[in-house]
């Protein structure tokens, strides 16, 4: 009886199919990042470009959400550079990271340039635009993710991280607050 029952349940999970924590991608440094890694916490994943009109206000104001939301690690933001839009993602990774780390100091993860349109699309990003059905159009193309990997909304360059603020906020309001290992060495730190 309940083998069978398990056996309904695992092949119901395997129609449900793929979630966005079924992927494997690289950082920026090349160094695999499973997807699975950011269960339980709500996702922002957007294409980026060095060389875009709207480069300044979105990395200024998503190193600012990043600050505020990222915190109690129920918030991440994945940032995939890409040169299919415009051609304004020309760099390689180093001069991408010195860019975005070092001269707009983002502490969001920062991964490998991909490709995200076209046959050769990175299989995250085939999956993301496949199962949300929202092709992105430009660089800054933002998709929200809530805790479980499901897709909340996605808004294009022309929407700016301060309009969607409340949107992002309110998803990660809802993620239950987990204390991880190194929080409570930090605070018995603080308590010693
Ligand atoms: C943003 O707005 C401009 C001006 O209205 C428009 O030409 C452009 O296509 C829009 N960008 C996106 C990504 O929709």
Redesign the pocket.
């Known amino acids: 009886m309940h083998s069978k029952l398990l056996s309904v349940i695992l092949m119901a999970t395997m129609v449900a199919g793929e979630s966005i924590y079924d992927f494997k991608v690289n950082d920026i440094k090349g160094n695999p990042v499973h997807l699975n890694d950011y269960k339980g916490k709500a996702l922002l994943i957007l294409n980026t470009a060095s060389q875009c009109g709207h480069t300044d206000a979105h990395l200024k104001a998503l190193k600012r959400l990043h600050e505020i939301l990222s915190y109690e690690n129920r918030f991440e933001i994945l940032a995939f550079p890409c040169n299919d839009f415009g051609e304004q993602e020309p760099w390689e990774a180093t001069e991408i990271e010195e860019f975005v780390k070092s001269h707009h100091k983002c502490e969001f993860p920062l991964m490998e340039k991909v490709k995200i349109t076209g046959e050769n699309a990175n299989p995250l990003w085939k999956y993301i635009i496949k199962t949300t059905q929202v092709s992105?159009?430009?660089?800054?193309?933002k998709y929200l993710f809530d805790s479980n990997g499901k897709f909340v909304k996605s808004w294009?360059?022309?929407t700016s991280i301060e309009s969607i603020f409340d949107d992002i906020k309110a998803v990660v309001d809802r993620v239950p607050v987990k204390e991880t290992a190194s929080d409570s060495e930090e605070a018995n730190k603080i308590e010693l």
Do not use: C, E, S
């Not at 992105?136 to 193309?141: A, G, K, S």
């Open positions: 992105p159009t430009w660089n800054f193309q294009d360059a022309n």
